[in-house]
């Protein structure tokens, strides 16, 4: 049951723990060496120096202090990622001050936003890996990369810099820093992590010097899990990382390192919601907080297809296997000092990924995605959701009676005639369409940054410039072909129906399906490959005036040549393939011999032909900034940048970003900053699936305009007690909306969707005497959002409470305890996309993705 708590209680228990904030500091796109070798201090030490803190994120500069900076950077220490204890990549984003994050998807494809941006995708936004994008377009990172003990730190940079230091990030760049070998002595340590609701996770790390100049490490970890929500099945698999680094007598370094995986997670889309006395709450029988429609119905469905794509005409769809990820990678680093003042470096990755997606989606189409009652699907009319196939069926089956469902499990068959068990169906009585997304992606990333920098100094000047080249090669195949829908039922572990006709009761004279499936190729053909190869030619120059003045400015210019094939669907008739007129016009081939049910064409019918585009576009990023130390411990900084995402052949998306802030630190009492921005986003361009006709997909053309103010402060009044406080309160806006061309009055003045006006987090923190260990807490408060650009449904604000203990029972023994949402607050971070961009609430029913309810666990840590 779900609890309502205020937030006066709430506070009372946050103020008896505590979480010690997060310092801010960074690593440029060409890490130095030595900078990211050094073992990263504590956030805020004992006398107070964070802001001198050296910053490398988002600069070029070496020792550099924080407290100079031009640019909005973040630092977080391994001790402050182990307190957050994150399950996904997702929740370690939130680390970062004013990015939104959905992390309700599951461990893998959870959307991320920053500065006002729109909600429900990943764009402007490149996660690194020491210092070098995980995927060259970004979207997708989180299916390949997951944090572990070989990772030391969390650098990020917000707007500035971040456009022109890497590709595809100008919103903002989140680097995950890599522990180095240790050349002096062998350590490891081993983590032992369980959860309640069944996750059972190993790490281990190991390193050791080989020779006086050579040293390893090793790394990952193997897990398995049946997903935050429950579920019949355990998913499993593994990451590994290690590298061998040599020192070379210069002074430089030149490291080898290799990472694979081998990952299956669980995905979770929107479910059904009920609005009732202005209260979001669940349905009779479906437990929002933990349940999950998938599980045995869905193990493994035989979904017919193009023999195209599948020799034997089916596409099978796999639950079992939720999303399986598998990426191997091998990378080289060089980092040479010429003289004192030049050095040169290089960095090349290649990365080969796949990944296997198997995903419900609930609720497709209008008005209210397929959700309504079992007597409406089987009432033959306007209303019934699957009221075309009841046609066929009144056609095929002339001596029918009635229509009724029939469970593919248990093969029990409920007709129409009896309502009384049809309304009683599960505690709620409702039926819903959910579609089978089984999309594979396969690729390779090739990407290289090599050059040098050039630092001087003359009288009061210091200069330091860096230059170099970035090339990325890349290659996608994408098969979503066999995007199929079924019926099922609303409650945990849904089964699935098939829909049959009746004569006199249960007598089935026939089934209007096979194996549940209503339809099939809903998502059209599903066959593309896109390509890229892209050039980049930056430098970034960063100035100290004497004491007090810095001045930065740096400019990118990329170019991008791409590629993209789309399978096009049938355009003649082939009988000897099986290749028919469809009604309706259209060629569709029929399903394979044997298959049942009425539908008997695999919908649109990919027949080994491709269209394809190709576009050479080019275009220049570029940024300046100042700061001016007033005193040691007060700055002032402003910042304009002019930054861009490359979408393949689409036309290349801009964004300008302007801020300014100050920064500003007392002793060890007070550290924090303060940044206002402003975003001009023009011509933001993407598609949604039209939900009256899946098949097709209508455009949205854009401009955002959002201006804000972000707080990132900590206050430590005594030695033992410290609290924090990260928020971004913004004003997003969308102008000049059109859809599919045209304009969209309504919408003018909306919030964009899936994106909160406000978002802050508390985090007090309790040190424990004689080095025990500490107490923490943590609130998260995230504002109002839409589910849609016509801001049709408004989805509530909501507040986490979080706690947690780490103790150190010896020096090498720690065991970390933590609580998520303890007062089971309903928190919803997104409605349903395949609803449209006008969505409502319907008969008191609507679809949501939201948090889950209580977790608990630890895990046990032993160093050595």
Do not use: C
């Amino acid at each position: 049951m779900m609890k309502t708590v205020t937030r006066g209680v709430r506070a009372a228990l946050l103020a008896s723990v505590a979480f010690m904030p997060v310092a801010a500091r960074a690593q440029a796109a060409a890490t130095d060496a030595a900078a990211t070798q050094a073992p990263a201090p504590a956030p805020v030490d004992e006398n107070g120096e964070a802001l001198q803190d050296i910053v490398v994120t988002g600069q070029t500069s070496r020792d550099r202090p924080l407290i100079t900076a031009s640019a909005d950077i973040t630092y977080a220490t391994r001790e402050a990622i182990d307190r957050r204890a994150p399950r996904s990549t997702a929740d370690m984003l939130e680390l970062v001050p004013g990015i939104f994050v959905e992390g309700t998807a599951g461990e893998a494809s959870n959307n991320y936003s920053v500065r006002g941006l729109l909600g429900g995708g990943q764009r402007f936004v490149q996660l690194e890996e020491d210092g070098m994008p995980i995927l060259y377009g970004g979207g997708g990172a989180d299916f390949f990369f997951q944090q572990d003990l070989t990772i030391d730190r969390l650098e990020a940079v917000k707007g500035g810099s971040s456009g022109v230091l890497t590709v595809n990030g100008a919103g903002a760049t989140i680097n995950f820093i890599s522990k180095r070998p240790n050349f002096d002595k062998f350590e490891g340590a081993v983590r032992l992590t369980g959860y309640n609701y069944g996750l059972k996770r190993a790490d281990f790390y190991y390193s050791a010097p080989l020779a006086d100049n050579l040293a390893f490490n090793f790394g990952g970890y193997v897990q398995s899990s049946p997903g935050v929500r429950r579920s019949p099945y355990d998913y499993a698999g593994y990451r590994l990382k290690g590298s061998l680094e040599y020192r070379l007598p210069s002074g430089g370094s030149i490291r080898l390192s290799g990472r694979r995986g081998d990952m299956e997670t669980a995905y979770y889309a929107p479910f059904a919601y009920r609005y009732q006395d202005g209260e979001i709450t669940g349905i009779p029988g479906f437990d929002i907080q933990k349940d999950n429609i998938g599980g045995d119905a869905f193990t493994g469905i035989r979904v017919p297809v193009s023999t195209f794509v599948s020799a034997d005409g089916y596409r099978p769809f796999r639950n079992r296997n939720g999303i399986r990820s598998v990426n191997d990678q091998v990378r080289l680093d060089i980092d040479i000092p010429v003289s004192d003042s030049i050095s040169l470096f290089a960095r090349g990755r290649f990365i080969d990924y796949s990944y296997d997606f198997n995903g419900i989606f609930p609720g497709t189409g209008s008005p209210n995605a397929g959700l309504a009652s079992a007597t409406t699907y089987l009432t033959p009319g306007a209303t019934s959701p699957i009221r075309n196939l009841l046609a066929l069926g009144q056609a095929a089956f002339p001596t029918a009676t009635s229509f009724g469902i029939r469970n593919i499990r248990t093969g029990q068959v409920i007709g129409a005639n009896d309502t009384a068990a049809l309304n009683a169906l599960n505690g709620n009585g409702l039926l819903q369409y959910s579609t089978l997304n089984h999309d594979r992606l396969s690729g390779r990333d090739l990407g290289i940054n090599g050059g040098a920098r050039w630092e001087f100094e003359t009288g009061g000047i210091k200069n330091s410039l860096t230059a170099g080249v970035m090339y990325y090669n890349v290659k996608r195949d994408q098969n979503q072909s066999a995007t199929a829908s079924v019926v099922n039922d609303v409650k945990n572990n849904s089964d699935i129906y098939d829909i049959v006709a009746l004569s006199g009761g249960t007598n089935v004279v026939g089934s209007l399906t096979d194996s549940g499936l209503v339809s099939y190729g809903d998502w059209g053909n599903g066959i593309r490959q896109r390509k890229d190869e892209a050039l980049s030619l930056y430098a970034n120059d960063e100035i100290a005036l004497g004491d007090h003045l810095r001045i930065d400015g740096g400019i990118r210019w990329e170019q991008d040549i791409a590629y993209a094939l789309d399978g096009v669907d049938a355009a003649v008739a082939n009988p000897a393939l099986g290749i028919v007129p469809v009604a309706g016009g259209g060629f569709q081939q029929v399903v394979p011999a044997g298959q049942g049910g009425l539908i008997r064409t695999v919908g649109p019918t990919f027949a080994g032909q491709f269209t394809t585009r190709r576009a050479k576009q080019d275009r220049i990023a570029w940024t300046v900034g100042a700061n001016y130390l007033i005193t040691p411990n007060l700055a002032i900084y402003a910042r304009y940048a002019d930054g861009f995402q490359t979408n393949n052949v689409d036309p290349i998306t801009a964004i300008k970003l302007y801020e300014a802030g100050v920064r500003y630190q007392y002793g060890r009492i007070f550290s924090g900053s303060v940044t206002v921005f402003r975003t001009n986003f023009d011509n933001q361009n993407y598609n949604f699936i039209n939900p009256t006709n899946p098949t097709l997909l209508d455009n949205i053309n854009a401009n955002l305009r959002t201006k804000g103010i972000e707080i990132d402060a900590s206050l430590r009044p005594v030695r033992w007690f410290s609290v924090g406080f990260q928020g971004v309160f913004q004003d997003p806006k969308l102008v000049d909306l059109q859809i599919n061309g045209a304009s969209q009055a309504g919408y003018e003045g909306n919030r964009p969707e899936r994106t909160p006006a406000q978002l802050w987090t508390v985090t007090p923190t309790i040190e424990l005497p004689n080095g025990l260990g500490e107490i923490y807490g943590r609130y998260k408060f995230v504002g109002k959002i839409f589910a849609d650009a016509g801001n049709g449904v408004a989805l509530p604000s909501y507040g986490v409470t979080s706690a947690g203990v780490n103790f150190n029972i010896t020096p090498q023994l720690q065991l970390g305890l933590n609580a998520e949402n303890i007062f089971n607050v309903v928190g919803l971070t997104e409605g349903n996309p395949r609803q449209g961009q006008t969505q409502s609430v319907q008969n008191g029913y609507f679809y949501g993705r939201g948090i889950v309810g209580p977790t608990y666990g630890g895990s046990l840590t032993f160093r050595f």
